[in-house]
């Protein structure tokens, strides 16, 4: 795998004039399939950007020691990114410039090379060398790789930070020149041995102590240790949450209707069961898996997300219907998958509008007066009768709550997880016995209370999107509060998908075009963009993009009315004729 350089005295020959082949910035986004946010995720600028003495302009750092002068502008060596490829073959895709967070970039100059201190012309700013970039365990999440931070403190290919002395203007192609050298026998290959293998060597502190140059957030460790004992890096190496994508068994596969499996899942691994807190292995309101799978393992086609019927993170069941329009998942999960066939699976992310819901139902709940309980209407189609259970079977089993399920089906053979269903306030509506569920004669102006400001019930929806909007239109003509209302959408093969159009990246100026079989989340992606994603449905929000130009289709219903006046999920919602987006 690699390993850092030993301490070496002698002077570092000096790096040739350079060009910037890649300028980056990012702004703080969700990452990966779990519930935290980084600025990683940084995208190419064209032009010039002003360099401040806090970074690049657009550019968010998160962590608050992260926005520290010290920590201006990174740059990681892109020639390390063939070595991680050959290290890790499974994850070559991921190796590209910019995988790990990098503002700049150029050739000819690595840890190796680079010393402390040193000082570099950058169009016309000027930075310096402070440190070391210090890997933490969101390496973990970004690569898919559990042990991706340790290895690559390991490996001494961690990339390294600027200072800004004297603020300007830069762009791809500037020139970049060093044109001082204080510290010439401290490459930081150097200062990694220090700081990560011999770390209590009290002369070699000493000097760090007082090195010329060093930021300060390095001189307040290596202090620290000559005062006390060497720091423990296995919170910022590991963090608190588990790497997202785990590998799982089918370990049952059981038809539960002409069209509809059920598909249990078990940990692959059960040393990594142990690995998980409580909090990691239970689901929250609303649970959905993303599942990546297909004929190669190694190489899953397919990546889909769906409910959570019943389970934690250790051994869950999933219930998927045949897509009558299916690209080839669905069919794969109903013909393909078979028991003992291993899959890769992350926890979805839970909305922030699902666990506000589930805080302020509980306390109307438990506030509703004896003989008033409050009243909890499922307005569910097909197999969106699962991104519910949970929710039904935790209402009936509480009491304090009158549970009303209208359920729309195709026929009466295609109603599933009726036994998890309370029987006796549970409406079915089978298509092929003439029966049409009729929002209106559902959700009534009685179920809101006299002033209008807060409501009887809680309405609940999953299924078609005209059952959706339907739905949504009502409560809208009602009045019904946000706070008692929510939706998931089940997504299909036609999810995102529509009538092509253009958009237009603010950052860049590049025009993509968006055809008719892709959702704007993919064009994106493949254009290099690397945003995230979780539910793909319009349910998450983790793909959510600023548009500042043009009409948009919003689909999906992780946004209310204010946040569509200036945001669109890009998983579901379109343009129409040209937008301009920010991400």
């Not at 169009?123 to 042990?147: W, Y």
């Amino acid at each position: 795998m690699g390993s850092l350089a030993s301490p070496e005295s002698d002077p570092v020959p000096l790096p040739p004039k350079l060009a910037v082949l890649s300028l980056r910035t990012g702004t703080v986004r969700p990452l990966g399939g779990v519930n935290i946010t980084s600025a990683i995720n940084k995208q190419p600028r064209q032009g010039k950007v002003r360099l401040t003495k806090l970074g690049f302009a657009g550019d968010e750092r998160q962590f608050p020691p992260h926005r520290s002068p010290d920590n201006a502008v990174h740059q990681y060596d892109p020639g390390h990114y063939e070595r991680w490829k050959a290290e890790l073959p499974d994850r070559r895709d991921r190796f590209a410039v910019g995988a790990f967070g990098e503002n700049i970039s150029t050739a000819h100059l690595s840890e190796a090379n680079v010393c402390v201190g040193d000082t570099f012309r950058l169009g016309d700013a000027i930075i310096q060398v402070s440190l070391t970039r210090q890997p933490c365990f969101k390496l973990n999440h970004r690569f898919e790789h559990r042990k991706m931070a340790t290895l690559v403190q390991a490996s001494g290919r961690t990339g390294w930070l600027y200072r800004v002395l004297r603020e300007g203007w830069v762009e791809e192609g500037a020139e970049m020149e060093l044109i001082e050298r204080i510290n010439p026998t401290w490459p930081l290959s150097r200062l990694q041995h220090y700081l990560y293998t011999d770390q209590d060597n009290a002369a070699a502190l000493r000097e760090l102590v007082a090195l010329p140059g060093l930021g300060q957030e390095f001189v307040g460790i290596f202090q620290k240790r000559l005062e006390t004992k060497v720091e423990n890096m296995t919170g910022r190496l590991e963090g608190d949450i588990s790497v997202p994508w785990r590998s799982y068994r089918l370990v049952e596969k059981t038809r539960l209707t002409p069209r509809i499996q059920k598909l249990v899942f078990a940990t692959a691994d059960e040393d990594e069961d142990d690995d998980m807190s409580e909090e990691q292995l239970r689901f929250g309101p609303f649970p959905h898996v993303r599942v990546k799978f297909g004929p190669d393992a190694s190489a899953p086609a397919f990546s889909r997300a769906y409910s959570v019927v019943s389970g934690d993170m250790r051994r869950f069941e999933l219930g998927v219907a045949r897509d009558d329009n299916s690209r080839g998942g669905s069919a794969y999960l109903h013909d393909g998958i078979a028991v003992g066939d291993e899959v890769k699976i992350a926890k979805g992310h839970t909305s922030s509008s699902s666990s506000s819901l589930a805080a302020e139902t509980k306390k109307s709940d438990s506030n509703a007066a004896d003989g008033e309980k409050m009243k909890h209407i499922f307005i569910l189609g097909g197999i969106g009768v699962t991104a519910f259970l949970g929710e039904i079977r935790a209402l009936v089993a509480s009491g304090r709550a009158q549970v009303e399920v209208h359920y729309a089906v195709r026929s009466p053979a295609d109603a599933a997880y009726l036994d998890q269903l309370p029987g006796s306030d549970t409406v079915v509506y089978a298509k092929t016995e003439g029966q049409r569920l009729r929002v209106r004669d559902i959700v009534v102006p009685s179920l809101l209370l006299p002033e209008g400001e807060d409501a009887r019930a809680v309405i609940y929806c999953c299924g078609p999107t005209g059952m959706i909007e339907e739905t949504q239109s009502r409560v809208k003509e009602l009045g019904f509060p946000r706070s008692h209302v929510h939706f998931e959408e089940f997504g299909g093969a036609g999810m995102g998908t529509g009538d092509p159009f253009e958009v237009e990246v603010d950052a860049t100026g590049k025009v993509l075009q968006v055809p008719r079989e892709k959702s704007l989340l993919q064009v994106l992606n493949d254009a290099g963009f690397d945003l995230d994603s979780s539910c793909l449905a319009g349910n998450c929000g983790s793909c959510m993009v600023e548009y500042c130009a043009g009409e948009v289709a919003h689909r999906g219903v992780a946004l209310d009315d204010e946040q569509k006046r200036s945001a669109m999920l890009s998983c579901v919602s379109r343009g129409k004729g040209r937008i301009t987006v920010k991400c």
